[in-house]
């Protein structure tokens, strides 16, 4: 199968046409399509787009290393483009919809579109108080025993007829039947019913087979003689083993000779090429990024799904700035190639992200694991007034709208939240991460312009090392307590535990990024923290939302008038633009050769044990020399 120029455009600014037929319709409508011979003239945020799609299947199914499905799908290369305007009123057509979902539902209130609410305000005040009233009816109605009593009803008749139908034609009378029970009960209740019809077709045919098998069984005399009577069941205990077959979703029936790890469909997405844009509203470019090499692999397998995607190279550049570009984020490849194994020549991915789904080697219901590369990152001021640009909107009150909107959803969800909360807590999901990270390098440069020229200039340089992130999955099988039938839990229960390590950090000014660092240059030298984080997963207000503790063996500040002149001529510098003329002496200029140090050291003593080794207590020391 093959794609040809797919594409998705926002023009802001349209030009109506009038077409006098449809021919003449048609061919502007047709010019619109990009091909390779005609480039439409419009505003594209996904430009046209050509893949192929591969399908191959194994019809023998012997080979149980090989998967049963194949599926390829490559993209040759993909652009991605958003204005200022199209954000804008992207967010706008958003308001819109989202005020019209919400007030659909009241529309057979709503007073005629020619009555205006200054003219006869009783009629929009009345529309109010109806729409306002709905909700409580239809929240009241269905806690009553009428509304009971009829679902029940309902349910009975549309699995009947819904069973009926799946062996020969309904009459008029029924198909209308199953179509007002559809459109009365929503789309979960209607699945739910035809979950459990199927499973209770699925149960005739096992008793009439295992009914089959046990008259083969039988002699000729106890055949005549048996009795075919079957012992009626009760309905409740009959509804109660179909819930039990449905579950929450149909499982498929899978052979139980194949093996948990044998792949039923294995799928390979690649992006050779892609980048995207953010411009403003002149269309000029802030921010270009361009990846290589964006693949992902999908293994669903007997038991779960595994999902693997990476990343060859991805760079983001800055445009912010009219006299200079600067490469906002990038691989380290210096730093990279010290990390590889010598025998390798293939660089290895910037970013690896691996997530298994209920692994058939596992008891966790998901596994996530993250690797990343070093990178580079250089902040330049311009960026975020441009990014601000951006994203602001001069419309307060639209602003304020959607703040609304989105306060009444997160109310919504929250609600549902507490509502579901011992579903949660007894289907609660066990998580693995682990994440191992060789931390971004950042620069920001006092001038960004001659620090992309080379030329010396001061830089500080913050370097996070390594950070590692490890789920504690013990702490919450510890916080569980079996006592016979009887479980409690602590409320360690309710959060979600991690463990940090950032090791070889550094942060330190220098005028020349690629020379050796001086030790008078650092401002925090080499130091290691570790850190424990619990998150809380439910809303429970008298629990804090995030717990921390963390320890750090050694931290040592240095602190020098010339350190503390060059960081404050940085920092001025992302505050403030530049100043053209009377340029002001520089702090560092008037920086006294006196130093100062700040160490900070353990108080728990060498020989302390590992239980303790949370509770810190630290000593504060100054040093000063001249």
């Known amino acids: 199968m093959e794609m ?4 998705v455009y926002f023009n802001t600014n349209p030009e109506f046409k009038e077409y006098r037929n449809l021919t003449e319709m048609s061919r502007h409508l047709n010019s619109l399509i990009s091909t390779d011979r005609n480039k439409a003239d419009i505003d594209y945020i996904l430009a046209p787009t050509s893949g192929n799609l591969k399908l191959m299947v194994d019809t023998e199914g012997k080979d149980m290393s090989r998967p049963k499905n194949i599926v390829d799908f490559i993209v040759d290369s993909t652009s991605l483009s958003i204005d200022s305007n199209q954000y804008h009123r992207m967010l706008s057509l958003l308001d819109f919809f989202t ?15 020619d009555i205006r609410p200054t003219d006869t305000p009783d009629m929009w005040w009345k529309y109010a108080l109806e729409a306002k009233m709905e909700d409580v009816r239809r929240n009241h109605e269905k806690w009553t025993w009428a509304y009971f009593k009829q679902r029940k009803e309902d349910r009975i008749k549309y699995i009947k007829i819904y069973k009926k139908g799946k062996q020969k034609k309904l009459s008029d009378k029924e198909k209308n039947i199953i179509n007002l029970l559809e459109i009365q009960y929503n789309y979960e209740d209607i699945i739910q019913f035809r979950k459990l019809a199927n499973a209770s077709i699925l149960r005739e045919q096992e008793r009439k087979d295992a009914k089959k098998k046990k008259n083969k069984e039988k002699g000729f005399f106890s055949r005549i003689f048996a009795d075919d009577s079957v012992e009626k069941e009760n309905e409740e205990d009959f509804l109660q083993e179909l819930y039990s077959r449905i579950g929450f979703t149909e499982p498929e029936v899978i052979p139980n000779e194949l093996p948990p790890d044998y ?38 397998c007997v038991e779960g799904i595994s999902i693997t995607s990476t990343l060859k190279a991805f760079t983001i550049e800055d445009y912010s700035a009219e006299e200079y570009k600067l490469d906002l984020l990038s ?23 691996e997530l298994d789904v209920s692994p058939y080697d596992s008891d966790v219901d998901f596994r996530v694991n993250l690797k990343a590369q070093p990178m580079t990152i250089t902040f ?14 001069d419309d307060e009150t639209q602003l304020e709208e959607l703040a609304d909107i989105t306060a009444f959803g997160l109310e919504t969800l929250k609600e549902q939240a507490q509502n579901s909360i011992k579903y949660a807590l007894e289907e609660r999901s066990k998580i693995d991460i682990n994440i191992d990270i060789s931390a971004p390098t950042i620069y920001i440069p006092q001038s960004p312009q001659n620090f992309l020229m080379g030329e010396k200039s001061d830089v500080m340089v913050i370097d996070l090392g390594h950070i590692t992130i490890g789920s504690n999955i013990t702490d919450r099988e510890q916080s569980i307590d079996r006592q016979g039938l009887q479980i409690s839990v602590t409320d360690q229960y309710f959060y979600d535990s991690y463990n940090i390590n950032m090791s070889k950090m550094n942060i330190y000014i220098t005028d020349d990024v690629t020379k050796v660092v001086e030790s008078e240059d650092f401002i925090i030298p080499n130091f290691d923290f570790n850190m424990g984080a619990s998150i809380r997963m439910f809303p429970l207000p008298e629990l804090p939302s995030l717990k921390v503790f963390g320890e750090i063996h050694c931290l040592t500040i240095s602190i020098t008038n010339r350190n503390i002149g060059r960081t404050m001529d940085i920092v001025k510098t992302l505050a403030l633009p530049e100043p053209a003329e009377n340029k002001e002496v520089s702090f560092s200029d008037r920086a006294k050769q006196k130093t100062s140090e700040l160490h900070l050291s353990d108080f728990v003593p060498a020989d302390n044990n590992e239980e303790n080794i949370i509770a810190k207590i630290f000593d504060a020391q100054f040093f000063i020399r001249k």
Do not use: W
């Not at 040809?4 to 594409?7: A, G, I, T």
């Not at 005020?99 to 579109?113: A, D, G």
């Not at 992006?271 to 995207?276: D, I, Q």
């Open 263 to 300: 792949v039923l469909t294995h799928i390979n997405f690649l992006m050779v090429r892609g980048e995207f844009d953010i411009k403003d509203n002149q269309k000029n470019p802030i921010i270009t990024g361009v990846y290589d090499n964006f693949c992902v692999s999908v293994d669903m």
């Open 331 to 353: 691989p380290d490849y210096n730093r990279m190639a010290k990390n590889i194994d010598t025998t390798e020549d293939v660089m290895p991915d910037v970013v690896r992200f």
């Open 380 to 393: 330049a001021p311009k960026i975020i007034e441009k990014l601000l640009m951006f994203f602001g909107t």
């Open 99 to 113: 005020m019209y979902l919400n007030s659909v539902k009241y529309l057979r209130f709503h007073p005629p579109n």
């Open 4 to 7: 040809k120029n797919f594409s």
